[in-house]
């Protein structure tokens, strides 16, 4: 599904004209990127669909152009985001629950 679907779906099914949806969809996304750029430890739980938070990769060394140098740089280290399905969303898709 696309985002214009997404929006027509909800609009379609809240009654709430498509820039407003859109409008609220941006948002979100937008409070969600901001909070868990905030902090290490940050997490924001949405009850019924799941959690997102963050993880940092793993730091590792890679060795540049071994046949001229033995130049060193370390790799990695970045903030990912993560999503964690709550039990009843993914139950929902499963095919074994409502939401």
Known sequence: MQQKEL???VSNIT????SIVAEILKTTACV?????AEGEETEVKVPG?????THVSAT???????QESNEIRTVGGRKRPRFR??????ECIDGRGKI
């Open 49 to 53: 669909f799941g959690i997102f938070s």
């Open 15 to 18: 009654s709430v004209s498509r």
């Open 60 to 66: 590792r060394v890679m060795r540049l152009n071994l």
């Open 85 to 90: 399905p709550s039990k009843p969303f993914a």
């Open 32 to 36: 969600v990127a901001e909070t868990l």
């Open 7 to 9: 929006i027509q779906t």
